[in-house]
């Protein structure tokens, strides 16, 4: 269980597959799950990639803290590639690691090679607004305060993010769900908006990356094959 204490900031766990002489590819799972989700896409894209999964602070084997802000998120990542000593990565996320990616492209693009940002949840109010937790449960294996900071951004983000899309220079993809409960049309807004961008839409739900992983690779792997070993 590799683990990373950042200078400064939580320690990380993350985990690792592939060729080590593989360009990277750095996986950003969502709220609530852990570094587990991209198992099976990890291990299939391995064969020609280096492949680098951490868990976000707050979840699975990182450090619980107080502070969840995607500022912090970005920092964590920022730190964890320096760490590593990785100078650019194919950053592919997932919902609030989407989030997390889009804010590093925006504010530190030479990080990133090639984007993919996968069921992002659009920096519109939810609609229905998302509950938030009163209380945590003593078998949580999320710190529920990352739960409650990340839906209070999800029901009142900044208008202001929507901006950070026009910053990102960096070649993205943006990926939706024809059964996902987000807005697809607002999605595919940020497509629009990001100078660089394609969309596509796929047949499943929010996390078809780990129901249906041929189906993530079969869109992602095509847009990442140039790094390809």
């Not at 249906?212 to 070993?229: D, H, M, N, Q």
């Amino acid at each position: 269980m590799p683990i990373v204490r950042l200078p400064g900031g939580p320690a990380l766990h993350y985990q690792e597959w592939g060729r080590p002489d593989g360009a990277v590819v750095l996986l950003l799972h969502g709220l609530g799950s852990s570094s587990d989700s991209w198992r099976h896409v990890g291990n299939a894209l391995g064969e020609r990639f280096r492949i680098i999964a951490p868990d976000a602070r707050g979840h699975g084997g990182s450090e619980w803290t107080h502070d969840y802000s995607f500022e912090a998120m970005h920092d964590d990542v920022a730190g964890l590639l320096h760490e590593l000593g990785i100078l650019a990565a194919i950053v592919v996320g997932h919902s609030m690691g989407a989030l997390t990616a889009y804010e590093i492209a925006a504010n530190r693009p030479d990080l990133i090679r090639l984007l993919v940002l996968d069921e992002m949840p659009p920096p519109d109010p939810a609609d229905p607004p998302r509950p938030i937790p009163r209380h945590s449960n003593p078998d949580d294996k999320t710190d529920w305060r990352a739960v409650i900071a990340v839906r209070r951004w999800r029901n009142n983000p900044p208008s202001s993010w929507w901006d950070l899309a026009e910053k990102i220079p960096n070649k993205t993809l943006v990926i939706g769900a024809t059964k996902s409960y987000l807005p697809q049309e607002r999605i595919k807004e940020i497509s629009r908006r990001i100078p660089h961008a394609t969309f596509t839409s796929v047949e499943g739900s929010h996390a078809f990356h780990e129901v249906r992983p041929s189906t993530f690779l079969g869109v992602v792997e095509p847009f990442i094959a140039w790094f390809a070993k």
